[in-house]
């Protein structure tokens, strides 16, 4: 049951504005995979990733979040939300590719609230934003939920 003074339940099925175009660049995805601490040469050397069929080197798994991250400062931006960006944990993260992310991609990225739940003073926000190519082909789909704690 939906309490009062937590995430806006009107959220809901809200789909937020396409991101402009991201050119996913070469040395972006080697910064990231040392980030996350990647080994894999596909994700660092072209000759690598061209010998195992793709265009340039691969994005880690992780690396929508890159992209994501311009939808969710839509939604963090809208007004009454009820989301205190102080109060957020990150609660969940799920990836469903089509297919790897190449350098070179130049994504968009759009978000759809597909459930807001408040208990306790506690909200779960789930998300979902879709990753689609130049082409506007789904690349990934990734689905995300935010925990934002009520006030103490």
Same mark, same amino acid.
């Given at each position: 049951m939906d309490e009062? &003074? @937590?995430v806006n339940p009107d959220l809901l099925h809200r789909e937020f504005p396409r991101t402009p175009p991201y050119l996913v660049g070469r040395e972006k995805i080697r910064e990231f995979a040392r980030a996350v601490q990647a080994t894999n040469p596909l994700l660092f050397d072209v000759e690598s990733a061209q010998a195992a069929g793709y265009a340039d080197v691969i994005a880690p798994t992780t690396f929508p979040v890159v992209i994501q991250e311009k939808t969710m400062t839509m939604l963090l931006d809208e007004p &009454? #939300? @009820?989301?205190n960006y102080s109060r957020i944990v990150h609660g969940s993260q799920e990836f469903s590719y089509a297919r790897p992310i190449v350098a070179g991609d130049e994504l968009t990225a759009q978000m759809r609230v597909t459930d807001v739940k #408040?208990?306790?003073g506690t909200s779960v926000i789930t998300f +979902? #934003? +879709?990753i689609r190519d130049a082409r506007d082909t789904r690349v990934v789909t990734v689905v995300s939920g935010l925990v934002v704690r009520g006030d103490d």
């Open positions: 009062p &003074n @937590g &009454n #939300t @009820g989301i #408040t208990r306790s +979902e #934003t +879709e």
